[in-house]
């Protein structure tokens, strides 16, 4: 069973920072591209950050660059972490860790095959 669980959201200020983190269970995510999304109330879910397989590419949407990190702990199971920094309202969303089959990063939804639960991330401004 493959299970991804995120943590770490909360409601925090702009200009905050916070970590996500997701841990993963069920196999070794070591070889496999990950990812960060997120999806604001009445919004399609969006592409924020991907790592490769090896760990050794990342990707993000323009609107976090520079202020988002997408790392990872590879062991046995693998656990995925987004630095989140100068945070804004626009950043307020539910943020959920994607696994996929692949070792190639991708930003559309459709190809990641397992998500976890999620976790919300508020913005005051």
């Known amino acids: 069973q493959v299970q991804l669980v995120e943590s770490g959201g909360g409601l925090v200020q702009a200009g905050d920072s916070l970590r996500l983190t997701c841990t993963t269970s069920g196999r070794a995510y070591n070889g496999a591209a990950m990812g960060w999304f997120r999806q604001a109330p009445g919004k399609e879910r969006e592409f924020v950050a991907g790592m490769s397989g090896g760990g050794s590419l990342t990707d993000y949407a323009t609107s976090v660059k520079g202020r988002f990190t997408i790392s990872r702990e590879s062991s046995y199971n693998t656990i995925l972490y987004l630095q989140m920094n100068d945070l804004k309202p626009e950043d307020t969303a539910v943020y959920y860790c994607?696994?996929?089959?692949?070792?190639?990063?991708?930003?559309?939804?459709?190809?990641?095959?397992?998500w976890g639960q999620g976790t919300q991330v508020t913005v005051s401004s």
């Open positions: 994607a696994g996929r089959q692949g070792t190639l990063i991708e930003t559309q939804t459709q190809k990641y095959a397992y």
